[in-house]
């Protein structure tokens, strides 16, 4: 197997998404990134945030038309409110592992499963009265 190289952005990049549970878009992941790495550009960013997704170091959410990234990769849920956009995590672990247990498909065997619940947060159903 080969390996990949991380390169030390991408390594900023991972250190900073694990150090948060906020599920930040990649314009907020590059102002904090920035300040360790003030040459580094948004357009670096972007790149190196969409190749950790697809090598699946980092999961990446879409909420509104726009991504989100999260770096923990474990089975869990998200929770993403319709009106303000935020993202909580349910932690869950038996519901992903019941519901790849019990799909029954003669063309998929599914491997991993991404369960989003979407509502409106306590926040903006006060909001809401």
Same mark, same amino acid.
């Given at each position: 197997?080969?390996?990949?190289? &991380? ?6 990049? %991972?250190?900073? %998404? ?19 790495? #003030? ?10 945030? /969409? &190749? %950790?997704?697809?090598? =699946?170091?980092?999961? &990446? ?11 923990? !990769?474990?089975?869990?849920?998200? !929770?993403?409110?319709? /009106? !303000? =956009? ?8 038996? %519901? #992903? ?8 498909? &003669? ?11 979407? =509502?409106?947060?306590?926040? !903006? ?5």
């Amino acid at each position: 197997m080969v390996q990949k190289r &991380k390169t030390i952005q991408m390594q900023k990049i %991972l250190d900073y %998404l694990s150090s948060v549970k906020t599920h930040p878009k990649a314009e907020t992941v590059y102002k904090a990134v920035k300040k360790d790495i #003030p040459s580094i550009t948004l357009a670096t960013v972007y790149r190196n945030l /969409n &190749k %950790l997704a697809e090598d =699946g170091m980092i999961s &990446k959410l879409e909420v509104n038309g726009e991504f989100r990234f999260d770096a923990d !990769c474990s089975l869990h849920e998200h !929770c993403i409110c319709k /009106n !303000c =956009g935020e993202i909580f995590e349910y932690l869950d672990k038996k %519901l #992903p592992k019941k519901i790849l247990k019990n799909f029954k498909s &003669k063309k998929f065997s599914p491997t991993s499963v991404n369960v989003i619940f979407y =509502g409106v947060c306590t926040k !903006c159903k006060k909001k809401m009265k």
